[in-house]
């Protein structure tokens, strides 16, 4: 199986501000990656998939770079419907596994 | 707009067999080119993905759960289910159901996604 870690596992930030979280995959999986945002009681909704490509409905303060095995999402000017935790999942093989998460925390 | 809701039952013993059902609305599920799936969660941990099943009936499993699980369709009522044997507490988790997508680039995404349901396994 492929194993993304995520780092950091935790992050506190302030309105306003930006923040950037990584992830790595244990192998090259090309741009095979997504991003999602879970909040508290509710389903992961789907940010950024094929590692920069941003789903429809989501704002553009949202943004994904990477490929191979190195990949950042970046969230400007946090607002506090931002503070959530965040998951990457790589697609490029079965099982498609995820990130452990990064919990944003105020 | 798709929505997705998962039903069965919340509290099982051990060596019971998980039965879920998730149902479809806002779209077919034996249209275009998605992938009908379950995803579990543990309390406070991560996402694993257990498994799906094309419009087309083919599956996928994960192989860690591969000997236990089956995941069909039920295209007349627009659901489709998921079984997991021989259940144990570690299979306590909340279990989603989601639609994944393939789309004209080979990109593959869940895109929508059921409100999660709460399986406990406690004797």
């Known amino acids: 199986d492929i194993q993304m870690t995520q780092s950091p596992s935790s992050l506190s930030a302030s309105v306003g501000d930006r923040v950037t979280i990584t992830c790595r995959a244990s192998q090259n999986i090309g741009n095979y990656l997504n991003w999602y945002q879970q909040k508290p009681g509710r389903a992961p909704n789907l940010l950024i998939y094929?590692?920069?490509s941003l789903q429809s409905g989501v704002p553009s303060k949202f943004s994904g770079r990477g490929s191979g095995t190195d990949f950042n999402l970046t969230i400007n000017s946090l607002q506090p419907e931002d503070f959530a935790a965040y998951f990457c999942q790589q697609t490029y093989s079965s099982p498609y596994t995820f990130g452990q998460g990064t919990n944003l925390e105020i | 707009q798709v929505q997705l809701q998962e039903s069965g039952p919340g509290l099982l013993k051990p060596s019971q067999t998980l039965s879920l059902t998730c149902t479809v609305s806002g779209g077919s599920i034996s249209s275009g080119r998605h992938y009908w799936s379950w995803i579990r969660q543990p309390a406070g941990k991560g996402l694993e993905w257990i498994g799906h099943?094309?419009?087309?009936?083919?599956?996928n499993y994960n192989p860690s759960l591969k000997s236990r699980v089956t995941v069909s369709l039920d295209t007349s009522k627009n659901q489709f289910s998921l079984k997991l044997s021989s259940v144990t507490a570690a299979d306590t988790a909340v279990y989603y159901c989601?639609?994944?997508?393939?789309?004209?680039?080979?990109?593959?995404?869940?895109?929508?996604w059921g409100q999660g349901t709460l399986v406990t396994v406690s004797s």
């Open positions: 989601a639609r994944g997508t393939r789309n004209d680039y080979g990109d593959t995404f869940w895109d929508y």
């Open positions: 099943i094309y419009s087309s009936g083919t599956t």
């Open positions: 094929a590692a920069s």
